[in-house]
Structures are given as C-alpha cells and as structure tokens.
Nanobody, 123 residues
Framework: QVQLVESGGGLVQAGGSLRLSCVGSGQAFSTYAMGWFRQAPGKEREFVGAITRSDVSYYAGSVKGRFTISRDNAKNTMFIQMDSLKPEDTAVYYC?????????????????WGQGTQVTVSS
C-alpha cells in the first residue's frame, strides 16, 4: 500500500513556474513507476507525464519541453517542475503510483492516487 500526498500548487501568472511534490508513504517507493495527471474543469483527467523506477521519463505532447519530472527515492518523493506555464495548464494535478512499468500514459494502469493539488495559471 502506498499513500500519496501532493503539494506545491497555487496561483501563478502565465509564463511563470511551479514545482509540485508528491510524497509517498509506505515501503518500496523506489519500485513504483510514478505518474502525473491533471483534470481541468469540465474535462476528463489526462496524462501529463511519468517516470519509471529506472528514472526514464515520458511526457504528454502538450507539456514536453516545459515540464520536467524527477524523483528522490531516498525521500519517497516525486517532483514535477512546470515552467512557461499557460492558462490552459490550469487544473487539479494528481500523482499516481503503479507497479507496472509500461503504458504509463494509461490512467487505469495506476494502483494508487493522491488527492490532488490545484494549479491556476492566470493570463
């Protein structure tokens, strides 16, 4: 079992940056692949990016080159650095964990989810 807690959300102007954290409790954090998803008002939750237990990262096309995912297994923490933020990045951001290492873009591949943190980008 893994419990996940996100933090770092807030209000930022377009072009600004935010860094979100996702802290996992429980054992074997390093064995999980981790993902970030987001859900904007009135829209379905969508894949943002993921990082495998081998530190290979993947990104959705809409954020590639602007967002960077990393992890610190010693602190049971995953991060997402979000730069050049746009109003369309406004959403609740969720972190998730899975024992699977493939198809990390698929929401239904994840076993554990955090409660989410709100990111609002003003124009």
């Amino acid at each position: 079992q893994v419990q996940l807690v996100e933090s770092g959300g807030g209000l930022v102007q377009a072009g600004g940056s935010l860094r979100l954290s996702c802290v996992g409790s429980g054992q074997a954090f390093s064995t999980y692949a981790m993902g970030w998803f987001r859900q904007a008002p009135g829209k379905e939750r969508e894949f943002v990016g993921a990082i495998t237990r081998s530190d290979v990262s993947y990104y959705a096309g809409s954020v590639k080159g602007r967002f960077t995912i990393s992890r610190d297994n010693a602190k049971n923490t995953m991060f997402i650095q979000m730069d050049s933020l746009k109003p369309e990045d406004t959403a609740v951001y969720y972190c998730a964990a899975t024992v699977r290492q493939l198809n990390l873009w698929r929401e239904d591949n994840y076993d554990y989810w955090g409660q989410g943190t709100q990111v609002t980008v003003s124009s």
